[in-house]
């Protein structure tokens, strides 16, 4: 592959849970960090999660802390994103992203990187 997949989005209830997928391919082993945004309707994209990969550390958005988790599996070359207790702002097209590599989307800067390798985007949406 040569950009990220995601997949796991869906419709859920408010206060309702997913876990995002994202298949990084060869964009993953050497990336300096992965991570996860989001865009919805009439809004600009905003970082969501992140991990930096030489330390490990990782951030969160102020409105999704404590209720989002990101991790990685580096066999897998994959990125997860686990949301709890979804919220009606929190509809929007997530994507996966990596930094550091030779990708020509380097459009994002988040956390001291930035993203240049990018998916397509999976559709959350929050609805009663």
């Known amino acids: 592959q040569a950009q990220p997949v995601e997949s796991g989005g869906g419709l859920v209830q408010p206060g309702g849970s997913l876990r995002l997928s994202c298949a990084a391919s060869?964009?993953?082993?050497?990336?300096?960090?992965v991570g996860w945004f989001r865009q919805a309707p009439g809004k600009e994209r905003e970082g969501v999660a992140s991990?930096?990969?030489?330390?490990?550390?990782?951030y969160y958005a102020d409105s999704v802390k404590g209720r989002f988790t990101i991790s990685t599996d580096d066999v897998k070359r994959a990125v997860y994103l686990q949301m709890n207790n979804l919220q009606p702002d929190d509809p929007a097209i997530y994507y996966c992203?990596?930094?550091?590599?030779?990708?020509?989307?380097?459009?994002?800067?988040?956390?001291?990187?930035?993203?240049?390798?990018w998916g397509q985007g999976t559709q959350v949406t929050v609805s009663s």
């Open positions: 991990i930096n990969r030489q330390d490990n550390m990782r």
């Open positions: 992203a990596t930094a550091g590599g030779a990708g020509n989307d380097r459009n994002f800067y988040y956390k001291g990187f930035w993203y240049d390798t």
């Open positions: 060869g964009s993953f082993l050497n990336a300096y960090a």
